[in-house]
């Protein structure tokens, strides 16, 4: 496994922009720590209705397949 530093490097190296290596990165450093997991109410309101999980769209997606 590499090192946050080296995993920009590599990602430098093939050619992305390193501000997007860093966002990238900063990303999948946000997902395990549950920094996505909260839903604001307004999202429900600006949809109609309430959002779903991505776990309740692919099954939805698979069922209608």
């Excluded at 995993?7 to 997007?20: R, S």
């Excluded at 290596?21 to 309430?50: H, I, K, N, S």
């Amino acid at each position: 496994m590499l090192d946050d530093e080296a995993w920009i490097e590599a990602k430098v190296a093939a050619g992305t922009p390193e501000a997007m290596a860093r966002t990238t990165l900063t990303t999948f450093q946000a997902a395990p720590e549950g920094r996505f997991a909260a839903v604001d109410p307004l999202l429900a309101e600006l949809l109609g209705r309430e959002p779903r999980t991505v776990a309740d769209q692919l099954a939805a997606d698979i069922d209608a397949a």
